[in-house]
């Protein structure tokens, strides 16, 4: 069988498969706007046999990484029917879509696995964990007062402000998305409640996203630029005291939120969330800021990539460049690593010694110490779905 993009004729053939493969339902009102969606925004491919029985979506983003807008692209909605399965065709889709990611100039791709081993397989790996806190009415208590003030607002007329905030707080994180627009209203704000933090200047420094029923809070987005924010944002959800017994936060794991808690000792729901894949390693390297002030010797990067061939090389890094050769089985002296242990290295999910400790990467300590000192400490976050 072969991989194929599919047209429009195939759109709802594909709206069914997802359906069955996901055990949802699409209501029948919502099935034109999804088609428009798809027609404008989403690339699917498929395998056809008389019928769809396999496809993916991929879909056209940026995210931050340090100080730049990186091409991504996202998988999406992989399925295939159950007796259609086991014969090879996700494997055929994903290594056709890595090239044609390449040709797209995407330099990396991710994806919210329903396996993290199975898309290991082919090079995706762990990008970041989300953290859900749990916590109750008799953990709100109220922080000193801030100068500034709390503002429940329309979402929409409040976009430049929320767009602000979240711009400058993703740039703190690798591999967060890059919003647009269209994104903030159809798949971020949606319905949910928003409250935004005003400093006395009335500048925008933090927002939450939250919904209340049944007596419960959930924070969808808990963003604060600043302590000031965080206290002003905390007092606002204190003040829902009387009308929750339970509050639901969504956050990342470093959040100082968690430990400045009253009491720190709530329940915590660690997991690893989206995996992220390094497409095109040279134009991935050449614009990435390494630490080269602390690690001017040479280093040799010796990469495997059995799904994306083209990434096979050994890289050179050293005076502030990258320089590439062919891999050699007779290199000495270099750090050998898949392109899994690149990705969540680079984005900083994991650092060298981690991976090295754990035999996924090869090189002697030396070396291991040299990438050490290279790669940047940063903190990876993922807080969208597609």
Not at 40 to 46: A, R, V
Not at 158 to 167: N, Q, V
Not at 251 to 263: A, C, G, W
């Given at each position: 069988?072969?991989?194929?993009?599919?047209?429009?004729?195939?759109?709802?053939?594909?709206?069914?498969?997802?359906?069955?493969?996901?055990?949802?339902?699409?209501?029948?009102?919502?099935?034109?706007?999804?088609?428009?969606?798809?027609?404008?925004?989403?690339?699917?491919?498929?395998?056809?046999?008389?019928?769809?029985?396999?496809?993916?979506?991929?879909?056209?983003?940026?995210?931050?990484?340090?100080?730049?807008?990186?091409?991504?692209?996202?998988?999406?909605?992989?399925?295939?029917?159950?007796?259609?399965?086991?014969?090879?065709?996700?494997?055929?889709?994903?290594?056709?879509?890595?090239?044609?990611?390449?040709?797209?100039?995407?330099?990396?791709?991710?994806?919210?696995?329903?396996?993290?081993?199975?898309?290991?397989?082919?090079?995706?790996?762990?990008?970041?964990?989300?953290?859900?806190?749990?916590?109750?009415?008799?953990?709100?208590?109220?922080?000193?007062?801030?100068?500034?003030?709390?503002?429940?607002?329309?979402?929409?007329?409040?976009?430049?402000?929320?767009?602000?905030?979240?711009?400058?707080?993703?740039?703190?994180?690798?591999?967060?998305?890059?919003?647009?627009?269209?994104?903030?209203?159809?798949?971020?704000?949606?319905?949910?409640?928003?409250?935004?933090?005003?400093?006395?200047?009335?500048?925008?420094?933090?927002?939450?996203?939250?919904?209340?029923?049944?007596?419960?809070?959930?924070?969808?987005?808990?963003?604060?630029?600043?302590?000031?924010?965080?206290?002003?944002?905390?007092?606002?959800?204190?003040?829902?005291?009387?009308?929750?017994n339970e509050l639901v936060i969504t956050t990342n794991e470093q959040?100082?939120?968690?430990?400045?808690?009253?009491?720190?000792?709530?329940?915590?729901?660690?997991?690893?969330?989206?995996?992220?894949?390094?497409?095109?390693?040279?134009?991935?390297?050449?614009?990435?800021?390494?630490?080269?002030?602390?690690?001017?010797?040479?280093?040799?990067?010796?990469?495997?990539?059995?799904?994306?061939?083209?990434?096979?090389?050994?890289?050179?890094?050293?005076?502030?460049?990258?320089?590439?050769?062919?891999?050699?089985?007779?290199?000495?002296?270099?750090?050998?690593?898949?392109?899994?242990?690149?990705?969540?290295?680079?984005?900083?999910?994991?650092?060298?010694?981690?991976?090295?400790?754990?035999?996924?990467?090869?090189?002697?300590?030396?070396?291991?110490?040299?990438?050490?000192?290279?790669?940047?400490?940063?903190?990876?976050?993922?807080?969208?779905?597609?």
């Amino acid at each position: 069988m072969n991989v194929i993009e599919l047209d429009e004729k195939f759109y709802k053939e594909a709206i069914k498969l997802s359906e069955y493969a996901f055990q949802y339902k699409v209501p029948e009102e919502k099935i034109s706007e999804r088609l428009e969606t798809m027609k404008s925004y989403h690339k699917l491919f498929g395998i056809v046999d008389q019928e769809l029985v396999a496809k993916l979506h991929l879909l056209p983003f940026e995210i931050y990484l340090q100080d730049n807008k990186l091409k991504m692209g996202g998988i999406a909605g992989v399925a295939t029917y159950p007796e259609f399965r086991r014969k090879g065709y996700v494997k055929e889709m994903l290594t056709h879509v890595l090239t044609i990611m390449k040709e797209d100039n995407c330099t990396v791709s991710m994806l919210h696995p329903f396996s993290i081993s199975f898309y290991r397989k082919y090079g995706w790996e762990i990008l970041s964990n989300r953290i859900k806190c749990t916590l109750t009415s008799s953990d709100l208590i109220m922080r000193q007062d801030v100068p500034g003030n709390v503002k429940r607002k329309c979402t929409e007329d409040a976009f430049h402000d929320i767009s602000e905030i979240y711009e400058q707080y993703a740039l703190r994180f690798s591999g967060m998305l890059v919003r647009t627009k269209d994104w903030w209203l159809k798949n971020v704000i949606d319905d949910s409640n928003l409250a935004i933090y005003y400093n006395h200047e009335n500048q925008p420094n933090g927002y939450i996203l939250y919904s209340i029923k049944d007596k419960k809070m959930n924070i969808e987005e808990f963003v604060a630029l600043n302590g000031e924010a965080r206290n002003g944002l905390w007092n606002f959800i204190c003040q829902h005291d009387s009308m929750i017994n339970e509050l639901v936060i969504t956050t990342n794991e470093q959040d100082p939120l968690l430990y400045s808690l009253h009491n720190p000792a709530i329940k915590i729901e660690r997991s690893p969330y989206f995996m992220v894949r390094i497409i095109d390693v040279e134009k991935f390297l050449k614009q990435y800021t390494f630490n080269w002030t602390a690690g001017p010797q040479e280093l040799r990067l010796k990469v495997a990539d059995p799904y994306a061939t083209w990434n096979e090389k050994t890289f050179i890094l050293k005076d502030q460049k990258v320089a590439i050769t062919e891999n050699n089985s007779n290199d000495h002296n270099c750090v050998s690593v898949s392109i899994n242990a690149l990705s969540t290295m680079l984005f900083g999910y994991k650092r060298p010694m981690e991976l090295y400790d754990i035999g996924h990467i090869i090189g002697t300590v030396e070396e291991i110490q040299k990438l050490e000192r290279l790669v940047p400490q940063q903190q990876s976050f993922f807080n969208d779905f597609f």
